[in-house]
């Protein structure tokens, strides 16, 4: 298995089935998340000091996922942004540092942390 020390992680989803998934899946290994309903309110929230890493939907009325990653990076350009989607781009935007495909499991999200994180 692997293993991060618990991280501050932002999850954005529009859907709200799968966003308590993701909250509830990443406190299991200890970290610390705080949801938003979509990218307004991700944008609202997301303070670079009280964030490691942000899950965030691709598609989602209004702010789309890589249009949220943009503007996290320009905030804070070294923040990990992982895009969760069932439809991947065919091109990955410059934003994003990993996709996610939906469905996934716990092992997936352990294994993006992981990877975006370099532990």
Known sequence: MLSIRPQRILVVDDEPSVREAIEMLLALDGHQV????????????????????????????GIKGD????????REPVRPVILLTAFPPTTVPSAIDLIVTKPFMLATLREALHKVLGA
């Open 67 to 74: 249009e949220l990653a943009l503007a996290i990076k320009q």
């Open 34 to 61: 705080v949801t938003a309903s979509d990218g307004e309110e991700a944008i609202d929230k997301y303070d670079p000091s009280l964030f490691d890493v942000v899950f965030t939907d691709f598609f989602m009325p």
